[in-house]
């Protein structure tokens, strides 16, 4: 059993004096009428008849508390912002005086009073009642250092967002981004749907999945790596336009720029193809700068990154030239690839084919140096088992990868439609998968059933909610702006969060 610290014992004490007094420390409602922000901004300049006071009812989390005799400062948090409260015998009474004086900070209450200025001019409810809503058991971190600990944010996320206000306005920011996507989707015609999370073939991507089971039916099923191919056998059915915000599952490693559970917005534009995409793109990006931030540019780690179309675009090997300073021979021979991949720490697996090494060349020299948006394309067929070839060249496909700050954002291709071609395609990823090439991809015969019914000329794109979370939060780390990342269980726990 844990042990608890004294300032726990004392709060524990403070809870059984309530409920011998009759006081319900754990009510079931309070009628709210006013959030705190609200008044703020509608009484900026309140009645000079002081009968003719606003009279509200607040609710929220105490965080600050100021015993000064017979009257009492403090300030009440809701969800919108913060509010002075002024607690005074005089109106309260003896009785109710004497319960604030067993209140501590973390608890819940619910007040009714009036609103008034203080002589600093700080905007306050003069309390008439005061209701404790929720006992806080636990004491909040240290008013002046505040929850600092990395790790502690991270597995005690409802204690990081008590005491880290920017914390909370960073996944508002990221909900009001996802709100303005859906906005912008739908006002182009897009319908949003979904599809299912547990697949019984991984597809969609060329990743590791996680592996599940359903006991019922006896079947191996595989947690979602990308919702791709059904969303392109809803295109085949007929929806011209469709996206999800979806929840995908990869089975890697986890960094700043990477969490095993993620979020990717995919849409899909029959007849259409990348060109298209990559305008929709950057007009898609340059709204979502507008309405989060009211300009086109955002700040992201020191640096301005202006969301301001058109963006520059390079070929995965103009950028190796231009980008990273490596000969432009060398790249179109085995040779000069093995060479310059050894010269630059680029380990090569056996059975790598040219476009494999090349993309490690890529991430390895390239990707950190493109913090304005870039869009780099023409990627090498063997890469993009589910891509449309160039057309005169059938090692490359035409797919794009845009670059912002330094990071992947979104990868997006015109749609492979033929059948017989992504049967191929299939069974040359078999092979690889053969090879030992866990990421590779499997052979889905009823997407192929599907195409051979007839899917039209297709672009479709998957964008990470998370990292455009990080770009406009200004956030360095994934972790940063998922509210519940993957952690390793805390030693002596198994999958919940740390004691205090």
Not at 149 to 163: G, P
Not at 384 to 393: D, F, I, N, V
Request: negative net charge; hydrophobic residues 40%; proline residues 5%.
């Amino acid at each position: 059993m844990e042990e608890h610290s004294p300032l726990v014992v004392e709060r524990m004490r403070k809870l059984a004096e309530l409920e011998a007094a009759g006081v319900d420390p754990y009510p079931a409602r309070f009628e709210v009428r006013n959030l705190m922000a609200d008044l703020h901004r509608e009484y900026a300049v309140l009645p000079e008849d002081a009968n003719a006071a606003p009279d509200v009812a607040i609710a929220g989390r105490l965080i600050s508390l100021r015993h000064h005799g017979k009257v009492t400062f403090a300030h009440l948090q809701d969800c919108s912002g913060r509010m002075q409260l002024y607690l005074s015998q005089d109106t309260l009474g003896a009785k109710a005086y004497d319960f604030c004086k067993k209140l501590d900070v973390g608890d819940y209450l619910g007040v009714e009073g009036q609103l008034f200025r203080t002589r600093t001019g700080e905007l306050t409810v003069r309390a008439r009642t005061v209701q404790l809503l929720s006992k806080s058991l636990r004491p909040l971190p240290e008013k002046w250092h505040g929850l600092t600990d990395v790790e502690t944010r991270f597995r005690q996320r409802y204690l990081d967002l008590i005491v880290n206000r920017q914390v909370a306005d960073a996944f508002r920011t990221r909900s009001r981004l996802i709100a303005e996507i859906r906005r912008f989707l739908d006002s182009r015609g897009f319908l949003e749907v979904e599809t299912p999370m547990m697949q019984a073939m991984a597809g969609g991507a060329m990743a590791r999945p996680f592996v599940t089971h359903h006991n019922a039916l006896d079947l191996t099923l595989y947690l979602r790596i990308a919702p791709e191919l059904y969303l392109k056998r809803l295109v085949v059915g007929g929806f011209d336009r469709v996206f999800e915000i979806n929840r995908n599952f990869r089975n890697e490693g986890i960094s700043t720029q990477h969490n095993p559970e993620f979020t990717m917005l995919e849409f899909y534009q029959a007849y259409a193809d990348y060109r298209d995409l990559m305008a929709m793109t950057e007009a898609m990006l340059a709204h979502l700068a507008k309405e989060i931030t009211g300009d086109q540019e955002v700040t992201y780690q020191g640096q301005r990154i202006s969301f301001a179309p058109p963006w520059p675009r390079l070929t995965l090997e103009e950028a190796l030239v231009t980008l990273a300073g490596l000969d432009a021979e060398a790249l179109k021979t085995e040779e000069g690839l093995s060479a310059l991949a050894g010269r630059h720490g680029v380990n090569i697996a056996p059975g790598w084919g040219r476009g494999k090494v090349l993309a490690e060349l890529f991430d390895t020299l390239v990707e950190s140096k493109l913090l304005q948006p870039t869009f780099i394309i023409d990627f090498p067929t063997e890469l993009s088992p589910l891509a449309k070839a160039t057309q005169g060249e059938p090692t490359t496909v035409q797919r794009f990868e845009l670059f912002v700050g330094g990071m992947e954002i979104a990868n997006a291709y015109s749609e492979l439609n033929d059948p017989r071609e992504q049967r191929a395609r299939f069974l040359d990823q078999l092979r690889q998968r053969d090879q030992g090439d866990l990421e590779a991809h499997g052979l889905d015969e009823d997407y192929l059933r599907a195409l051979e019914y007839g899917m039209p000329p297709t672009a479709g794109e998957g964008i990470g909610i998370d990292r455009l979370a990080m770009l406009f939060t200004d956030s360095a780390s994934i972790r940063d702006v998922i509210l519940f990342p993957l952690l390793k269980p805390a030693q002596g726990e198994q999958g919940s969060a740390d004691a205090v």
